[in-house]
């Protein structure tokens, strides 16, 4: 038994990620000649509203030295190198070079929410100055003819220029009629299909624009469907997760005017930098996950004094994401730190997979087989057979120690 | 003849709305409906789920009032359980849903609904000195001083906008109604406006800050567990408590010197409006006629919320008691009695032939579509089926939850604090009481209770950090969940910042057998219903005159007003004449 429960130690202490956050001086390099290079092009450019972001910051209130500090972080957070972070600083500057369309589908708004929640630079700053953010429902002064004027005049003006951001999932059933939009009653699928078209790139944000999320969960009551199951022939980024990080919205937006290319994805169109590692590498209560001290049931000591919460149904060691690191609302908490577990929300299907207060012995989840790529995929992989067996090996000392064997399901 | 204006999207809001109205020859509104255009079905999806899981999905019905589901979920099932949770479980959710109020409440007034009372272009041309005087008096109106008053942070704020105006795109403030003749605030005020509608943007992360501190994150909040509250690590740390409380008090600071000021403001400004009705105020009070502009039904519903002790459900005394008031008569009040809640489908999208209680409740979808014309357009078919909305209908009769309903409900019941912030705040504002039931008093109703709630808040953190202290950490009722999971039924009924919320749920064999949520925006912009009466929305704009009819300021006014949050309650309108010349509203004002 101590064996195995090496062997499990072992594997989530791995370096799990397999994101390579060192590539070699030659390929930075070239990326940082690439960079500046792009930089430049868009220097020259005229940007969608002709704004000086330095005197804006200056208004503000923001000295150079905080500004630097932001972009230092998020360099950081791109898993790129320090000798990016002036790079970074002038890609933010230029913010107003992605003209940004907002698309609201199958959705409850809460990704829209959350990017008004956006931390770094201030969201009045991101709103008003800093993207030039043409079309958003929730936001936007204009309604009806209006507001889809609005809409089209920008697909026109930005023609294969903007970023589209979807939010909300695509209902498929009844030929697409459970979500209309517009004076015509235009479907979601066939307004997403025109939006699309003069994209630059689709940024898929939310586990309902990604994989389907909430409406997606069985039975699908209206076959709702993620982006890509219906756009092809795009460069499709998924930021998935309910409600995505704003913090993961501006890094795809730094890295595209960065690099002008979208950010090296997993097989599931996830940003490595953000969904290059789990929940469970980086969590703050993992010690005690290693050390086998669990939350047995609400509120007991062991909640009291922050033990892992896997057996109270936590997914951090299955869930792809990097709340542990940057957590939510300007850093103030986060799902685990307040006590609840992870539920997986990054991952595809979660809803019928993980979203229970149960640990995963309960699950009856199979392994998925073929087509897995290599890297985070792979790893992936791996975890889902190697929690089944962890969960055993812990299920089986809990019994040994006198404690009841599955969490939540029987109290005596 | 009359014209037929269609309004889809009703951007601004949460979730997708359409409105349809048909205006007269003195561009009056005489019909008017009201239809959500997406459905996704969750009530299914929670069928044959571990009711301990529902909170969790249930939250997800919408991103803007998502702890409130999320509370009203667990609470059902909870209620089925015959659950009494601790004392910290208790506070610690009035706090998280508190802290709900408050920031959602500023997000709508400043960034959802001030554009239909604010001009922004207007402000270009203000007089920045002027304009420090002007929100030092309406300060003053609220008895504070102002949140800002320097001449030169208006100026800063105006040269910000100038310059944003000036290079030619707009971003989302393109294509406004700008410049439209009800547009009535002064350009010294429009800049007051303004200049809030940016601060706000900053306070409000602040605020969702208190929602996260106990909840985890926000949107969608993940400490609350049948049985009670999972954050012990926060609730025994005093610097978390003392942080909670310190951005509250800041929060409470820009709602005192800025959010009732400018509501002092618009009240004022809007006045007339408010109290353009016919009816004298004697009759009003009688129950007969319509109140000002945008008063609709004059029914008003609260189920009640905010426990303030510590016994069970429906026993405990409430923040906000429950009741309905008919006809706006504020001396009588009725009990609520939920088995008296049906939902009709006549003019929804489902299948059905009666009335239901929630119970009861089905979510079988029968989608009919919409018309098709020729001229781009496809209308609803308001003779038939028409919004993806469900209509509630209480007692046989349409009633309008919300802030102004708790309002309405609290002084009717002469609820001593509620009275006290509703009659000081009229009296301030040299406002009768009659402009309340408008457009504009919706959105003061709002403002009152936002005021109200950042008070009581405080009471509410110095009572937890006192029970800690004093070794209470107790956040989780035990039970049986075999026991108890085998044949019951529960429901979670109380508020959320829209108004009455209520889930229902049936559970047999430990999994969710039937599962229904009537929700605000249901109640609000629910269709027509099986005897043809309409819905709070339909009914607040009859009757109103709109300036343009290509820039229906008028219709988004009113309808903002009840802060639609529509992926809860998913529908939108039709017309009913045949003759009727169809007004395509699409001339944009451009800056
Ligand atoms: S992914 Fe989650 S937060 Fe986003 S729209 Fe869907 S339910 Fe809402
Ligand atoms: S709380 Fe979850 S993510 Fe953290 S160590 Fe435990 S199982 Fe892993």
């Known amino acids: 038994m101590s064996d195995k429960i090496e062997a499990v130690k072992k594997l989530f202490t791995s370096k799990s990620s397999r994101v390579e956050t060192n590539k070699g001086d030659t390929y930075y390099q070239d990326l940082f000649a690439k960079c500046e290079a792009r930089l430049n092009e868009m220097r020259a450019q005229t940007p969608a509203n002709r704004l000086d972001f330095s005197e804006l910051l200056e208004e503000n209130g923001i000295d150079r030295r905080e500004f630097m500090k932001w972009a230092s972080a998020t360099t950081a957070m791109l898993m790129l190198p320090p000798m990016f972070t002036p790079l970074v600083a002038d890609a933010a500057v230029m913010m107003n070079r992605a003209p940004v369309i907002w698309l609201e589908l199958q959705d409850c708004a809460g990704n829209s929410e959350a990017l008004l929640r956006a931390d770094g630079p201030k969201i009045d700053e991101i709103v008003l100055d800093i993207i030039s953010l043409e079309y958003h429902e929730t936001l936007q002064a204009a309604a009806g003819f209006q507001a889809e004027k609005q809409l089209d005049e920008a697909m026109e003006t930005f023609k294969g220029k903007y970023l589209l951001f979807v939010e909300g999932s695509i209902p498929m059933g009844m030929n697409g009629q459970y979500g209309t939009i517009g004076a015509a009653g235009e479907t979601f699928h066939d307004h997403l299909m025109r939006c699309s078209e003069n994209a630059a790139a689709i940024v898929a944000v939310g586990a309902c624009a990604t994989f389907g999320g909430i409406p997606a969960a069985s039975p699908n009551p209206t076959g709702a469907v993620g982006v890509m199951n219906v756009v092809k022939n795009k460069p499709i980024i998924n930021i998935p997760a309910c409600p995505a990080n704003p913090a993961n919205m501006v890094g795809v937006i730094l890295h595209y005017l960065l690099t002008g290319q979208i950010p090296e994805l997993d097989s599931l169109l996830r940003p490595k930098f953000a969904f290059g590692y789990r929940i469970h590498d980086n969590c703050e209560r993992r010690a005690h996950f290693d050390a086998g001290e669990y939350v047995e049931e609400w509120g007991d000591k062991g909640a009291q004094n922050n033990f892992c919460l896997y057996k109270m149904g936590c997914k951090g060691p299955m869930t792809f994401n990097n709340c542990s690191i940057v957590r939510y609302n300007e850093g103030i908490n986060w799902p685990i730190g307040v006590g609840r577990g992870c539920i997986g929300c990054s991952e595809p299907d979660f809803w019928d997979k993980y979203a229970y207060e149960r640990p995963m012995a309960d699950a009856k989840i199979k392994a998925p087989t073929g087509g897995v790529e290599k890297t985070v995929d792979e790893f992936g992989l791996g975890m889902l057979t190697a929690v089944g067996i962890g969960i055993g090996i812990h299920a089986a000392a809990s019994a040994v120690a006198g404690k009841r064997e599955k969490s939540g399901e029987s109290h005596e | ?591």
């Not at chain 2, 609350?224 to 409470?252: E, H, M, W, Y």
């Not at chain 2, 009759?283 to 303030?308: C, P, Q």
């Not at chain 2, 209509?391 to 009717?412: C, F, K, Q």
């Not at chain 2, 009229?426 to 005021?451: D, H, K, M, W, Y």
Request: aromatic share 8%; net charge neutral; glycine share 10%.
């Open chain 2, 1 to 591: 003849m009359s014209k037929h204006i269609v309004v889809d999207p009703i951007t601004r809001i949460e979730g997708h709305l359409r409105i349809e109205a048909v205006i007269d020859e003195n561009n009056t509104i005489v019909d008017a409906y009201s239809a959500s255009t997406m459905f996704r079905g969750i009530e299914t999806i929670l069928q044959g789920r571990d009711p301990r899981d529902c909170g969790l999905l249930a939250m997800r019905i919408c991103g803007v009032c998502t702890g409130t589901h999320y509370q009203r979920s667990i609470e059902a099932v909870e209620d089925a359980f015959k659950i009494t949770i601790p004392k910290n479980a208790r506070i610690v959710r009035n706090l998280i849903q508190g802290a709900l109020y408050v920031h959602d409440h500023l997000v709508h007034f400043y960034h959802l609904h001030a554009l239909d009372f604010v001009d922004v272009v207007s402000a270009l041309s203000a007089d920045p000195a002027k304009t420090a005087a002007e929100a030092r008096k309406w300060a003053a109106v609220a008895g504070e001083s102002p949140f800002i008053d320097g001449e030169g942070e208006f100026k800063a704020i105006q040269d910000r906008v100038a310059k944003f105006v000036k290079q030619g795109r707009l971003g989302i403030f393109g294509n406004g109604y700008w410049g439209n003749a009800h547009y009535k605030l002064t350009p010294e005020q429009n800049l007051i406006g303004v200049a809030h509608y940016l601060q706000a943007l900053e306070i409000q992360r602040d605020l969702a800050k208190m929602q996260a501190i106990f909840g985890g994150k926000n949107p969608h909040p993940q400490s609350i567990v049948v049985g009670g509250v999972t954050c012990v690590q926060d609730i025994q740390n005093p610097a978390r408590i003392a942080q909670f409380k310190s951005l509250l008090l800041a929060g409470r600071k820009f709602v005192k010197e800025a959010y009732l000021p400018d509501v002092y403001m618009a009240g004022t400004m809007y006045a007339g409006e408010a109290t353009d009705s016919k009816a004298t105020f004697t009759e009003l009070m009688a129950g007969k006629g319509v109140g000002g502009t945008g008063g609709g039904l004059l029914n008003y519903m609260s189920y009640g919320d905010f426990r303030l002790d510590d016994t069970g459900f429906y026993k405990s005394g409430l923040l906000f008691p429950s009741g309905i008031v008919y006809g706006g008569d504020i001396s009588k009040v009725a009990d609520v009695d939920q088995a008296k809640i049906a939902e009709d489908v006549t003019h929804s999208w489902y299948k059905g032939d009666k009335p239901l209680h929630p119970y009861e409740g089905q979510t079988i979808p029968e989608y009919t579509g919409l018309d098709k014309r020729e001229d781009g357009i496809a209308y609803l078919k308001t003779k038939e089926k028409y919004s993806w909305i469900k209509s509630p209908i209480y007692n046989d009769t349409r009633v309008e939850v919300g802030p102004l309903a708790r309002m309405v409900v609290g002084v009717a019941r002469k609820d001593k604090r509620i009275t006290k912030y509703v009659t000081e705040f009229l009296q301030r504002g040299n406002l009768p009481i009659a402009v309340l039931f408008s457009t504009v008093g919706r959105t003061a109703a709002r403002a009152i209770e936002t005021s109200l709630m950042s008070d009581v808040m405080i009471e509410w953190v110095d009572e937890l950090a006192a029970n800690a202290a004093a070794g209470d950490l107790k956040t989780w009722t035990d039970f049986n969940f075999d026991e108890v999971s085998m044949s019951t039924k529960g429901m979670g009924l109380a508020e959320a910042p829209r108004g009455s919320l209520g889930h229902w749920v049936s559970i047999a064999d430990g999994k969710v057998v039937n599962y229904q949520a009537v929700v605000p925006s249901t109640w609000n912009a629910a269709p027509r219903d099986y005897k043809g009466r309409m819905g709070a929305y339909e009914a607040s704009l009859i009757g109103t005159k709109v300036a343009n009819p290509e820039q229906p300021l008028e219709i988004i006014r009113t309808i903002h007003s009840f802060d639609p949050c529509i992926a809860c309650a998913v529908h939108v309108v039709d017309t009913k004449g045949k003759e009727l010349a169809v007004y395509k509203v699409d001339t944009s004002c451009s800056i």
